[in-house]
């Protein structure tokens, strides 16, 4: 699969996720995809929650693993 096709599909998972990051004052920015690990930024609300990891991890990294082969993790990026 291609770095280009990669970005797309998880792109696309972030996509319908968003509407519920929106929802809580919160948004996130994908950084970069390297050796299937997906670098995501938290912005808004969802930056400074102390539920962010659980967000990150349970509901986004979850989503990913999924739907996206070839994705192993999720990390935050500051």
Do not use: H, N, W, Y
């Not at 690990?37 to 400074?48: E, M, Q, T």
Request: glycine share 8%; charged share 25%.
């Amino acid at each position: 699969m291609t770095q280009a096709t990669l970005t797309d599909q998880v792109q696309e998972v972030l996509d319908k996720l968003r509407p519920f990051l929106l929802r809580d004052g919160g948004d996130c920015e994908l950084v970069d995809i390297e050796d299937g690990i997906v670098k995501l930024r938290l912005l808004g609300a969802c930056g400074s929650c102390p539920s962010s990891t659980i967000t990150l991890k349970a509901g986004i990294e979850r989503a990913l693993l999924e739907e996206v082969p070839g994705i192993i993790e999720v990390e935050q990026v500051f």
